[in-house]
């Protein structure tokens, strides 16, 4: 009966059971093998992504910078003529006043120059 050992129904059952467990345990490698690779493509497309957003961030954030600056060398500019405007209305307020001054200055003048032609009449109509 040694012999027929290998016609035993219950070591059939059991190499049949362990053949059974091994195509499972492939079939079970491989499932995961194909998981892990679907993960890790997953996980590289949402790296890929999430750098793509950073660096759309990071360029949204250059662009607002500079139109910030433009806008700041803007508002310099406008400050810059609008005190040279106040500078030229401040000189020509100046100019007007010294020609105000040098009229009335030379007004005054003439009124002397009248004053003392009057008084030499005078002092030559007593002589």
Sequence with gaps: KRGGAAADPSVKDAEALYEEFRKAEEK??????????????????????????????IES?????????????????????????ELE??????????????ARQEAELQQMQQRLDEEMRKQEQAT
Aim: no cysteine; charged share 30%.
């Design 89 to 102: 209305v401040l000189a020509k307020i100046q100019r007007q006043k010294e020609e105000e001054l040098r």
């Design 61 to 85: 954030d250059a662009a607002t910078t500079s139109a910030a600056q433009n806008v700041q060398e803007q508002l310099a500019v406008k400050a810059q003529q609008k005190t040279v405007a």
């Design 28 to 57: 079970t490698q491989s499932g995961l093998a194909a998981k892990s690779k679907d993960t890790q493509q997953s996980l590289q497309t949402r790296l890929a992504d999430l750098r793509s957003r950073r660096r759309r961030e």
